[in-house]
């Protein structure tokens, strides 16, 4: 099975996903005329002003889903892996896909808004790959080809963030505490079981609210000792960031010739921490109340750079600054070191990377604070995982008249997750890693095969906030005006939104 593992793996992630992740990368960034940098004030806007009701929550709650999916062990294992495996070059890469991830994350996104619906059975907003794919395709011949498109999609979002990449996260967290406390795997896949099942219970609105809580303080908690140990090693600061640059293009000695293995394992981690691309991102962007998708679209775009330019550039600097790690060859343990660094002997690829880095300025503190810092990150990422697997669970759920039976799969579902977390907290790190890369790569696949074929909505949408912006209007999404069919949710639940608007210019004309 392992075996089988491993060349399912390598096939997925052959060469032509890294040049499709990067292709679409750039593609949608010169489609988009560079979005991603000027419309950073759209982006903070939409923060700072978004709404949220009954049925939505609001675009900051819907970030925090977002991001508690995207900020998890991939920013502090993940690191770890592409460094030990890639080099230090391999950062470079995983800030080459954020950049460029940032207007695929957009289109995706705004494609999740503009085709999203309402549940039956709780009214809250549902939306995602699936939805968009069925749907943008609808009214055209090749609908029964996009419906199979969409169901395959779904089965794989629901295997691999209910069963694949849900055991990497508890293996995280296992590993972290075990390595700062000495707590058995075993009591740690428990306590997780417990408090997953406890908030998972409550939908939507109880992980968006305890996301919002808890996804903040622990990110800005542990940017903050990434800034302390750069100020303690301020001087190394032009050392980190050469080190990096040279080794990302085979242009340092000491890692020569490793420019390839340097972008695989950038570009992999990349796409497994900041998730642009890869379908996860747009169900959480489905959930919130606005106005318009590109707000939201813009909301997404932003996490990707929150991810991986603040929180994994934080732990990068944490290993590379202190010299606390090691490269291999072969992309494995077992092959042999390609640089040792001051790393202690018996510390394994991952977690432990960053407990020592962290520990060469807190001595003593380094393994219980990344120990925490995992736990945080790990649980709200399962947290999210859950709601994606529910989002495409329901988009099934649609075609299932009984209610009872419904639910009765919504709960099969969350067994099925607190079971994963279980496996995956006892698993060896390399199995939990090889099935959660085979998740992050199918869903990758297939969402952005699907969204160069469906862009179209999602950048006249982008054309039409601008437009809406520049006269001066809070842009109102009205997907007739624009020739978007099948955008159900926007012609039936939202002509109260144009009603406000004509209120307010009304308002605005009287004085």
């Known amino acids: 099975m392992a075996d089988f593992l491993t060349t399912l793996n390598n096939l997925i992630w052959s060469p032509a996903l890294v040049f499709l992740c990067l292709g679409a990368g750039v593609y949608f960034t010169v489609v988009t005329k560079g979005l991603q940098v000027r419309c950073i004030p759209d982006m903070i806007k939409q923060l700072r002003d978004g709404e949220k009701s009954e049925a939505g929550v609001s675009s900051f709650q819907s970030l925090m889903i977002s991001l508690a999916g995207r900020v998890g062990v991939g920013n502090i294992s993940g690191v770890a892996t592409a460094i ?46 699936a939805y968009y794919i069925e749907k943008a395709f609808k009214h055209t011949k090749a609908a029964p080809f996009m419906l199979v498109y969409g169901i395959v999609f779904a089965v794989s979002m629901i295997l691999a963030t209910s069963y694949f990449l849900p055991g990497i996260q508890a293996n995280g967290v296992a590993a972290a505490v075990d390595n700062a406390w000495g707590v058995d795997v075993k009591i740690s896949a428990a306590v997780m079981a417990v408090l997953l099942g406890i908030i998972i219970i409550g939908g939507i609105k109880r992980i968006a609210n305890f996301a919002s809580m808890a996804v903040p303080f622990m990110a800005g908690l542990y940017i903050i000792f990434a800034l302390i140990i750069l100020f303690v090693n301020f001087n190394q600061i032009p050392e980190v960031f050469g080190l990096i640059f040279r080794s990302a293009f085979d242009l ?26 890869q379908g996860t991102g747009p169900q959480s962007a489905a959930a919130a109340e606005v106005s318009h998708p590109a707000k939201q679209g813009f909301v997404q775009a932003f996490a990707v750079y929150v991810d991986t330019l603040f929180v994994c550039s934080a732990t990068a600097f944490i290993i590379i600054s202190t010299d606390m790690y090691k490269v291999f060859e072969g992309e494995s343990e077992e092959g042999a070191v390609r640089y040792a660094g001051a790393l202690p002997d018996g510390v394994a690829v991952g977690p432990g990377y960053v407990q020592e880095g962290m520990n060469t300025m807190f001595s003593g503190f380094g393994p219980t604070f ?142």
């Open 84 to 129: 030990a495996f890639g080099g230090p070059g391999a950062v470079f890469w995983m800030w080459a896909v954020a950049l460029l991830g940032s207007a695929t994350s957009f289109i995706e996104c705004t494609l999740a808004q503009i085709y999203k619906e309402e549940d039956q059975d709780t009214g809250e907003y549902r939306g995602g790959p």
């Open 370 to 511: 990344i120990a925490i810092a995992i736990g945080f990150f790990a649980f709200t990422t399962v947290l999210a995982y859950y709601y994606m697997a529910e989002t495409n669970l329901s988009y099934f759920n649609r075609w299932i008249p009984n209610k009872g039976v419904r639910r009765a799969i919504i709960w099969l579902l969350r067994v099925l997750i607190i079971a994963s977390v279980i496996i995956g907290a006892v698993t060896t790190p390399g199995s939990a890693w090889t099935l959660g890369d085979i998740g992050v790569g199918a869903t990758a696949w297939l969402n952005i095969v699907a969204i160069l074929f469906l862009q179209g909505p999602a950048l006249k949408a982008l054309k039409d906030y601008t437009q809406q912006k520049k006269a001066g209007k809070d842009p109102v999404f009205n997907p007739e005006a624009l020739g978007i069919k099948n955008a159900d949710f926007w012609t039936t639940y939202k002509r109260h939104y144009q009603e406000q608007a004509r209120e307010v210019e009304a308002a605005r004309e009287e004085g």
């Open 252 to 277: 340092e000695a000491g890692f020569a010739g490793m420019l390839g293995v340097a972008i695989m394992w950038g570009v992999k981690r990349g796409i497994y921490s900041n998730e642009a691309g």
